[in-house]
């Protein structure tokens, strides 16, 4: 694949794979992953992330766990169009922080011949679906769940329960601000911080 040319890459469909759920769940160690083994196999990579995001690392993909890889930050979708040239691979995560216009973007990417990896919270601290998330569900080929594990019960976890004040949708934060609970949990818990 990656001594393709660049005119058998326009024949050839790309596609649109997300990997989505909870805070602690192993997204972007999940995509992390993905873009190593495309590195095994010689492929041209590109990857992003929303400027805002520099918990870790300003310029660098870094998981809970410590596994990182070099990225772009851009501060908006439409910027990743611009900077991609002559890749087979596309990662970008944090997508859920960037605007709705990131759906259309993963889209041309794809009709392009270009694979993309896209890793993002699916629900914000509230349980409702999270930025362009639920569009780039509907529009990928493949949808990966990861779950955390529930801190309360042990079961598995899909919600990103705040434990800190705040009504802003925008809060990063690490196991100081956010806990992973399962559904009954986060019922619970919400029910029990607005009574």
């Known amino acids: 694949m990656f001594n393709e040319s660049k005119e058998k890459r326009k024949d050839r469909a790309g596609w649109i794979e997300v990997v989505a759920g909870s805070m602690f769940s192993g997204k972007t ?3 992390i992953r993905r873009l190593r083994r495309a590195q095994y196999a010689r492929q041209r990579l590109e990857i992003f ?6 918990r870790y690392s300003n310029e660098e993909v870094v998981s809970h766990n410590e596994s990182a890889i070099h990225s772009t930050p851009v501060s908006s979708a439409q910027n990743i169009l611009m900077l991609v040239q002559d890749v087979d691979v ?11 216009g990131l759906v ?12 993309v990896i896209v890793a993002g919270l699916d629900m914000d601290f509230k349980g409702r679906p999270f930025g362009p998330m639920p569009a780039l569900f509907a529009v990928a080929e493949e949808v ?4 955390a594990i529930c801190l309360r019960c042990g079961d598995l ?10 009504e802003e949708k925008v809060l990063l934060g690490e196991t100081d601000s956010y806990e992973p609970l399962c559904r009954t949990c986060f019922i619970k818990a ?3 911080r607005d009574e």
Do not use: M
Request: charged share 30%; proline share 2%; hydrophobic share 35%.
């Open 190 to 192: 919400t029910k029990s």
């Open 144 to 147: 990966t769940k990861v779950h």
């Open 104 to 115: 259309d973007v993963c889209v041309e990417l794809a009709n392009r011949g270009i694979r």
């Open 90 to 100: 596309v990662g970008i995560d944090e997508a859920q922080f960037f605007d709705d």
């Open 157 to 166: 976890a899909q919600y990103s329960y705040r434990t800190v004040a705040g």
């Open 49 to 54: 992330k929303p400027v805002i995001d520099t």
């Open 29 to 31: 160690e999940e995509l």
